[in-house]
């Protein structure tokens, strides 16, 4: 026989040894090195798996989905729109900007600008957008975020 054997005192020796190492690593696992267990936040304000907030990001989606898309783009947070006419105005269109500037559900993270045109003789002219108007989409949108991680936790 060689010395490789599976036999006799070797293997006690070989699972001794594999024994210490599984019993070391079990005892490193569930003690977490002296730091404490770490405790998973599943609703995080910042989530980073894109390149801004997820909830920003999808709420923003949400809220926009009526309108048709003309560019997204998560890693750099912008969403513009296309331009939409209400069925119930076909003379005035509306588009819409949405920069999203944190990694943070923050209300500063969240910058929205539109523009409207109406119809005149035939052709779209520019038209000033309510202050209110773009400041309601911006609440609408971190209402639905907010509404977004609170629904992660339960």
């Known amino acids: 026989m060689n010395g490789t054997t ?3 005192p070797n293997i006690f020796r070989n699972l001794g040894r ?3 190492v599984a019993m070391a690593a079990l005892a490193l696992v569930s003690c977490g090195g002296g730091k404490g ?4 936040d599943l609703a995080a304000s910042r989530v980073t798996t894109i390149g801004v907030n997820s909830y920003l990001w999808r709420a923003s ?6 309108m048709p898309m003309l560019q997204t783009d998560s ?3 912008v969403i513009v729109t296309d331009w ?17 500037l944190d990694q943070d559900l923050r209300a500063d993270a969240l910058r929205v600008a539109a523009s409207r045109q109406v119809s005149q ?12 108007t773009v400041q309601k989409l911006e609440d609408i949108i971190l209402t639905k975020a907010r509404d977004l991680r609170r629904n992660a936790v339960k």
Do not use: C, H
């Open 6 to 8: 599976t036999t006799g």
């Open 75 to 77: 890693n750099g947070g």
């Open 18 to 20: 594999a024994g210490l």
């Open 121 to 132: 003789n035939g052709g779209w002219v520019d038209a000033p957008v309510q202050a209110a």
């Open 61 to 66: 989606l949400e809220a926009l989905s009526f």
């Open 84 to 100: 939409y006419s209400n069925p119930n105005n076909p003379g005035e269109r509306m588009k819409v900007t949405v920069t999203i």
């Open 37 to 40: 267990k770490p405790k998973a």
